[in-house]
Nanobody, 124 residues
Framework: QVQLVESGGGLVQAGGSLRLSCAAS????????MGWFRQAPGKEREFVAG????????YYADSVKGRFTISRDNAKITVYLQMNNLKPEDTAVYYC?????????????????WGQGTQVTVSS
């Protein structure tokens, strides 16, 4: 069982930066693939970034490549999402998710555990 708690969201102007954190509980965190997803009002939840349990495989949605960076610290049981050059279209609730696998996938239904989400709002 894994519990996830996101933090770091907020209001920022376009071009600004935010760093999201996802604190996890559970002794097996290091064996979980982790992902960040987001959901804007009226839209489906979408994949943003994913990281393998080793941290060596990284995946990004095309819309955030070059601007967002996912990382993890297994000792601190935390996953991060550094978001730079934010755009108004990045406005959404951001969710952290975990799956007990070495494989990172982009599908919402493949993740077993979810956080409560943190709001990111980018003003123009």
């Amino acid at each position: 069982q894994v519990q996830l708690v996101e933090s770091g969201g907020g209001l920022v102007q376009a071009g600004g930066s935010l760093r999201l954190s996802c604190a996890a509980s559970g002794r097996t965190f290091s064996t979980y693939a982790m992902g960040w997803f987001r959901q804007a009002p009226g839209k489906e939840r979408e994949f943003v970034a994913g990281i393998s349990w080793t941290g060596r495989q990284l995946y990004y949605a095309d819309s955030v490549k070059g601007r967002f960076t996912i990382s993890r610290d297994n000792a601190k049981i935390t996953v991060y999402l550094q978001m730079n050059n934010l755009k108004p279209e990045d406005t959404a609730v951001y969710y952290c998710a975990a799956r007990p696998s070495v494989v990172v996938v982009t599908t919402v239904s493949e993740y077993d555990y979810w956080g409560q989400g943190t709001q990111v709002t980018v003003s123009s």
